[in-house]
């Protein structure tokens, strides 16, 4: 089932980290009332990591039971655990370790191991396709996220599915390695359509005009982006800012 897609435009990047920081912080509250665990999928990027720092100075972030949460990542550059790059790392910094979260409940995505240079990106997602197995309900291959983060790159791609790159359309795995990613860092992991797609919501964040025709792209249905082959089963909400709606920031 694909759900209706709801776009929001918020006047600027800034209004659109602090509110979708405190719409995710809400959307986990409304979820624990109803299930337990929740699952939460985050993405990096620059919104995706400035909503994580307004989300850690929002007091809603208090409310919320975190023992019950589960962390989970889009994508991740395959870069060594300490790397300044690791999506995991400024997720960390930004607002994961100023929580009372269980180490348990934090599923990052591997991290390069320069003592076992076997170990590639395709280790990695195999490794982290298991971890995505072990939440996952009888018969599927990854956890029914509650909710699913989404950068998109003015190249139109979202996680680390790239257009045209061939780990785009991977299918019959949660996750794929990513070999020479057309931006830097080169190695990187990422989950597959089919489980972004198995979420409840998806949410897409994007601001800036750079991201304008990216966001028109997708947003008419253009196979060639990526970001538009992704979906929520209960809802798809478009987050962004007025630039990148194509819009003077006066019009928002
Ligand atoms: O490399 C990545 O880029 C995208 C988008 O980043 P942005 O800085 O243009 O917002 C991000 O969503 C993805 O998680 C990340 O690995």
């Keep these: 089932m694909t759900a209706a897609r709801t776009v929001v435009v918020h006047p600027d990047a800034e209004g659109l980290a602090v509110t979708t920081g405190a719409r ?21 990027g620059t919104v995706g990591i400035r909503l994580l720092t307004e989300a850690s100075q929002n007091p809603l972030r208090d409310l919320v039971d975190w023992s019950d949460v589960h962390v989970w990542w889009s994508d991740e550059r395959f870069v060594t655990a300490d790397d300044g790059e690791r999506n995991a790392l400024q997720a960390r910094e930004a607002l994961l370790d100023a929580l009372p979260l269980p180490p348990g409940n934090v599923h990052e995505m591997p991290a390069a191991r320069p003592e076992d240079p076997s170990f590639g990106p395709d280790e990695a997602a195999a490794e982290h396709a ?6 996952a309900p009888a018969g599927a291959a990854a956890p029914v996220f509650d909710v699913v983060l989404l ?9 680390s599915l790239f257009p045209g790159h061939p780990a785009r359309d991977a299918a019959g795995s949660p996750t794929v390695g990513v070999h020479n990613s057309p931006k830097p860092p080169p190695s990187r992991v990422s989950l597959t359509f089919e489980a972004i797609n198995g979420a409840r919501e998806v949410w897409v964040v994007a601001a800036g005009a750079e991201k304008a025709e990216a966001v028109a792209a997708a947003l008419a249905g253009d196979p060639v982006s990526s970001a538009a082959h992704v979906h929520g089963t209960e809802r798809t909400l478009w987050l962004i800012d007025a630039a990148a709606a194509g819009r003077a920031a006066a019009d928002g």
């Design 24 to 44: 995710l912080l809400l959307h986990v509250l409304d979820a624990q009332a109803v299930r337990s665990p929740v699952h939460v999928v985050l993405t990096g």
């Design 151 to 159: 950068g998109m790159g003015p190249d139109m791609h979202v996680a």
């Design 130 to 135: 298991a971890e995505l197995a072990r939440y």
